[in-house]
């Protein structure tokens, strides 16, 4: 009994962690960056601005980062059009309050001329138990605290051009906060201790840019973190090229050159595959397959599409097939062996947020507020559009997920969706 009893509390505090982390959704796309929300059942298929709302909230300003969870707290940063003050703004998950409404940075003046559909709240924060961390591009990078939403550190002296705003979003890797700095005018990947802020490592893009002006250096990506032949490795996106780094370090793994810039799309877990998005200009997906060293440009891409592949949308990789809806609203099933379109249908309405995947269907965000829901399947015959639901103000933001419920981030309000 001596020995029994402690190992049933240990097993017991195990499983509660566990249960509490899988309501969890810390970072860009979630846990595992690929916008699964495993845990997410009974979510609502019908909702109106009259149904199925339990709470409704106006958050301030701007922004299209995507809304993070940690236990009963929702984050979120914000900024007005000029961007001279930046915003991380907490939302009680339960009743809807605003918790902390927190300025963390203020500029004199910004050099982002032509946001375009973007803003300079773009970057997604991470959390983690007791700390959130924010990050604005050139703008700065702040760690705080979830309780007080007191500053912890802060790093304003990493530089760039960003040009139309900033974009990529940092993650969390071991003790390491890490994030892109992808501008006009230089390009690289940063490691931050994640208690100090102080700077672990950090890479500049080893690709030759040539005559390419500034603007078609830059990149709004966001890295994943993939294990291959038992080793983690960052998988990063950027202009012109992607990456595969070791995180502990940022040694320069491989690199797979294309063409494309503005890359905001996410890399993606594909099993043997890596799925890299070249970007803007004509957006194209590039099948890498993993395992190189070196510049793998010429001996390991299996497969490259060209059609109706998203410029923005992450695509999504579930059970075995490609899933992605384009900026157009044109959705495709592609087969993993060789890239093939097994069938598309046109959805319609214009995108940027990526789908989210949760008990068999897929959440589609449009630009205008509509969400198209979707079954899917790799036999045409099986697809099924299930309703199409529509909120007043449109939205940029990925939505996130926990049982029984969506919370979405529009450009006026957060909400929460439940029965």
């Known amino acids: 009994m001596k020995i029994i009893l402690p190992t049933i509390i240990l097993s017991l505090a195990v499983l509660a962690q566990c249960a ?28 109106s601005e009259t149904e ?36 991380a703004i907490c939302v009680n998950k339960n009743s809807g309050e605003i918790v902390h409404d927190i300025l963390v940075f203020e500029n004199a003046t910004t050099e ?40 912890i550190w802060e790093r304003r002296d990493l530089q760039t051009t960003h040009y139309r705003g900033p974009g990529s979003s940092p993650i969390l890797y071991n003790d390491m906060l890490i994030v892109h700095y992808d501008g006009g005018t230089t390009q690289f990947v940063v490691a931050f201790d994640k208690k100090t802020g102080e ?3 950090q890479t500049d893009r080893s690709m030759d840019f040539g005559e390419l002006d ?32 070791d995180p502990n370090t940022g040694e320069e793994i491989w690199r797979m050159a294309y063409r494309g810039f503005s890359n905001t799309s996410r890399p993606v877990n594909a099993g043997n595959l890596i799925l890299l998005n070249t970007g803007f200009g004509k ?43 384009d900026d157009h609203g ?31 269907k897929l959440y589609c965000f449009d630009e205008g507020g509509k969400c198209h829901i ?9 697809k099924e559009i299930i309703a199409v639901n529509t909120l007043d103000d449109g939205l940029y933001a990925t939505p996130c997920a926990e049982n029984g419920t969506l919370f979405v981030r529009t450009k006026t309000h957060l909400y929460r969706i439940g029965k």
């Open 214 to 245: 500034g603007d078609m250096r830059k990149a709004y990506s966001t890295p994943i973190i993939m294990n291959i032949d038992g080793k983690d490795q960052l998988i990063t996106n950027g202009a012109e090229a992607g990456y595969g780094y």
């Open 330 to 360: 044109i959705f495709s099933c592609v087969d993993p062996a060789d890239g093939e379109i097994l069938w598309q249908t046109r959805v319609g309405g214009a995108f940027s947020s990526t789908p989210l995947y949760a008990d068999g």
């Open 112 to 151: 982002d001329d032509e946001l375009l559909i973007n803003s300079f709240a773009s970057c997604t924060p991470c959390v983690e138990e007791g700390r959130v961390y924010v990050h604005f591009g050139r703008y700065g990078t702040a760690c705080l605290d979830t309780k007080t939403g007191g500053k």
């Open 283 to 325: 957006a194209n997906m590039l099948a890498v397959k993993v395992g190189g060293k070196g510049d793998i440009t010429e001996t390991h891409e299996a497969w490259m599409l060209g059609r109706a592949v998203p410029v923005k949308p992450t695509v999504l990789f579930v059970a075995g097939h490609i899933y992605m809806m």
């Open 374 to 382: 979707l079954r899917l399947s790799p036999n045409e015959d099986e």
């Open 20 to 47: 509490r982390g899988a309501e969890n959704w810390p970072a860009f796309l979630g846990e595992k960056g690929d916008s699964h929300a495993e845990a997410a059942k009974n979510l609502p298929e019908t909702w």
């Open 52 to 87: 199925n709302i339990v709470w409704k909230t106006a958050i301030h300003d701007f922004g299209w980062s995507s809304p993070v969870i940690w236990d009963d707290q929702l984050w979120m940063t914000a900024a007005p059009m000029d961007g001279l003050t930046m915003y």
């Open 199 to 201: 700077t672990v490592w």
